[in-house]
């Protein structure tokens, strides 16, 4: 599977949409609109108040979120000219990044109605965020949410084609019956890619420049203690139910692992220093729950049309994953793959408190060497 041209949100505003389904995309993102939107004043102060500031969102996708950013980042910068006393703002560019499948059109589609009312430039740029994707010390500021914990690609030792390819047998990811060595393949994985997208982003920002990153982490050295590995398994368990009756091949399950790794803070932490071009300025651990996402999906949905937090979580998790799945088992098993999930998500919650999904936010200044 290749991770880059695969990979990508379900597009359009359908009922499996990602636009329709990123309530705890969207929850996050509210819960660190005060260290996002400081970071940017900083970067703007810092950077010796630009003429022309330059801000890029990476893995933007589609759809509500996308653009809750931008309008933040502009907020944040009128905020910080009128404490300043300053006559004019800077002009802001905006760069909206993702991998090339992304909804682009369905984004730029957005882009006039948003342009009418907030000064900015807006452009678009398709790549992948473990390369480099602008001039050097371009950027003063940089902005991923929801997005790091996707990995380039499959760790080598999991992937079709390998010589030497290893089964993770019965699993689609780290579980409790993952062998030990599938924990260690991920986290390499991990490090390469992070390592690789701080070293772009440090050539592509200017120094004093600011750079903010939310993405899931777990608080347990074992990942499968962790409560979103748990969706992994239920996945697993609803593949498995349908091999079992000979909708699916066993051996297409084996042979299918999630490009996806929940760092430990420590982690992240320990790469951001050996990597060395930027100090950290915050980092803030904390939980998005599954039914404060329910309740925002409640505000945007009629009564009699309310859905359950397992309902939702499925949805969810569709509009995140059918792409991939889509790749390797072929489309026509999605939507009896997903029934069964919600169902045996239900079963799940009927017996145990909701959870949420554990983040990380880190704040971090480009700094000289």
């Known amino acids: 599977m290749e991770v880059e041209k695969v990979l990508h949100m379900n597009g359009g505003n359908d009922d499996v949409s990602y636009a329709k389904n990123s309530t705890i995309q969207n929850l996050i993102l509210s819960m660190t609109k005060s260290v996002r939107q400081r970071a940017v004043m900083d970067a703007y102060k810092s950077t010796s108040f630009p003429k022309i500031m330059s801000i890029a969102d990476l893995g933007c996708s589609s759809g509500p979120n996308t653009l809750l950013v931008a309008s933040d980042a502009i907020d944040a910068v009128e905020l910080v000219c009128k404490e300043l006393n300053q006559k004019s703002a800077p002009e802001l560019q905006i760069l909206l990044n993702d991998l090339p499948g992304n909804d682009f059109n369905g984004l730029i589609s957005s882009l006039q109605d948003f342009q009418r009312s907030h000064r900015c ?98 608080k347990s050295e074992d990942p499968s203690n962790a409560c979103l590995y748990l969706h992994w398994e239920l996945l697993a ?4 139910g349908m091999a079992s009756q000979g909708l699916v091949e066993m051996e297409k399950i084996d042979s299918f692992n999630l490009p996806y790794y929940t760092p430990t803070s420590e982690e992240v932490e320990n790469a951001i220093k050996k990597e060395g071009s930027f100090a950290i300025n915050s980092i803030q651990i904390f939980d998005a729950g599954w039914g404060e996402a329910r309740d925002i999906c409640d505000h945007k949905i009629k009564v009699e ?50 959870g949420g999904i554990t983040n990380i936010n880190v704040c971090v200044e480009r700094i000289k060497q």
């Open 121 to 218: 430039f807006i452009s678009v740029v398709p790549g992948s965020f473990y390369g480099r994707l602008f001039p050097s010390q371009s950027l003063h500021f940089f902005h991923s949410s929801s997005s790091l914990h996707w990995l380039s690609q499959i760790p080598l030792e999991l992937q079709n084609g390998n010589n030497n390819v290893k089964l993770n047998k019965g699993n689609i990811h780290i579980s409790k019956t993952s062998p030990p060595w599938v924990l260690d393949a991920y986290s390499k994985q991990f490090h390469r890619d992070f390592s690789l997208f701080l070293k772009c982003r440090a050539e592509e920002i200017v120094h004093g420049g600011r750079m903010v990153l939310t993405l899931v982490t777990r």
């Open 237 to 240: 368990r609803a593949l498995m």
């Open 305 to 354: 049309e309310k859905v359950s937090t397992a309902q939702i979580i499925a949805k969810i998790m569709r509009a995140a994953l059918e792409s991939l799945l889509v790749s390797h088992f072929g489309v026509e098993i999605i939507d009896e793959l997903f029934e069964r999930y919600s169902n045996l998500m239900e079963c799940y919650f009927s017996k145990n408190v909701n």
